[in-house]
């Protein structure tokens, strides 16, 4: 698919999702492009969430969480990212009750993870 035979196609994605889609010649540059700026975007959102909970990076804040999870807990192992008992499901709980801010964080990434793939499923529809 050539971008001027669907040149308002391209435009609208532009528009509807936020891309850039000056420099996309073609169907699989346009793929590409909406995943790098997908995670562009999700890199972004968490330098805003750490910056906002005050510390440098991920594993920064997921030490905090477990350093506020009471020890003894099942809890308190499964938000210990270095422990064998880790749990991603149970650490985003536990975040999420410490800090109602990173509930919003996930779920913004999962709305720029569906534009991402509306956006790709457009194209396909083409």
Same mark, same amino acid.
């Given at each position: 698919?050539?971008?001027?035979?669907?040149?308002?196609?391209?435009? %609208? $994605? *532009?528009?509807?999702?936020?891309?850039?889609?000056? &420099?996309?010649?073609?169907?699989?540059?346009? @793929?590409?492009?909406?995943?790098?700026?997908?995670?562009?975007?999700?890199?972004?959102?968490?330098?805003?969430?750490?910056?906002?909970?005050?510390?440098?990076?991920?594993?920064?804040?997921?030490?905090?969480?477990?350093?506020? %999870? $009471? *020890?003894?807990?099942?809890?308190?192992?499964?938000? &210990?990212?270095?422990?064998?008992?880790?749990? @991603?499901?149970?650490?985003?709980?536990?975040?999420?009750?410490?800090?109602?801010?990173?509930?919003?964080?996930?779920?913004?990434?999962?709305?720029?993870?569906?534009?991402?793939?509306?956006?790709?499923?457009?194209?396909?529809?083409?």
């Amino acid at each position: 698919m050539k971008k001027m035979k669907n040149r308002s196609l391209f435009d %609208t $994605l *532009g528009t509807m999702y936020g891309y850039d889609v000056q &420099n996309w010649n073609n169907l699989e540059q346009a @793929k590409l492009n909406i995943s790098a700026q997908t995670l562009q975007k999700i890199a972004q959102l968490y330098k805003n969430f750490y910056q906002a909970m005050g510390v440098d990076n991920g594993v920064e804040y997921a030490i905090d969480v477990n350093k506020n %999870t $009471l *020890g003894g807990t099942p809890e308190h192992s499964a938000t &210990n990212i270095f422990g064998k008992l880790y749990d @991603k499901k149970k650490f985003d709980t536990v975040a999420s009750e410490q800090n109602p801010e990173y509930s919003e964080l996930l779920d913004n990434i999962d709305k720029v993870l569906a534009d991402a793939e509306n956006a790709k499923n457009s194209l396909g529809n083409a």
